[in-house]
C-alpha cells in the first residue's frame, strides 16, 4: 500500500510495497511514482490520473509494471483511489498494489515445456515487423528435405 501527495510522490507506503519495489522506505519517501513505473506504462498513468483531477474518475484499478533497482519488472494490479477534502480539492492518492507477475507468466506458458502459449506467440509474432523473420520460409525448407 502506498499515500501519494497530488503530485504523485510517495509519502507512506507499507513494508509489502518496499518488498514489491525492491526498496527500503527511506528510498521510497519523496519518490514521484513515475520513477518507479516502467516507461512504456507512464503516459497511461498520466491519463488515469488527468482523468481523475479532472473529477472523470473517481477511482482506477488496473495493470501497470514497476520496475526495481536490479532492473527487474514486476507487474501489478493497482487500485487507486483520490482522496479530496470536504470542498474537494485534492489531499493524496492512496494505491493498493498486488504482485501479479507469475500470474502473467502462468497465463502465457504451457505449463509443462513453459514454452510460450498459443496466446502469448501471437502477440510476440505481431510485434515482429513483416517480413523480418529470418532464415528461409517454412515451405522453402520443406522443399529442401
Known sequence: ?????PDGRLVRVNGAMCALLGRTADELLGT???ELTHEDDRAGDLDVADRILRGELD?????????RPDGEIVWVMASVTFVRDEHGRPLSWVGQFHDITELRRL????PLTDALNRRAFDVELARCPAGAASGPSPRRAAGRR
Do not use: T
Not at 1 to 5: T, V
Not at 59 to 67: H, I, L, T
Open 32 to 34: 514521484r511514482d513515475q
Open 107 to 110: 497465463a502465457s506458458r504451457d
Open 59 to 67: 477511482s482506477w484499478q488496473g495493470e501497470k509494471r514497476y520496475v
Open 1 to 5: 500500500m502506498a499515500l501519494c501527495n
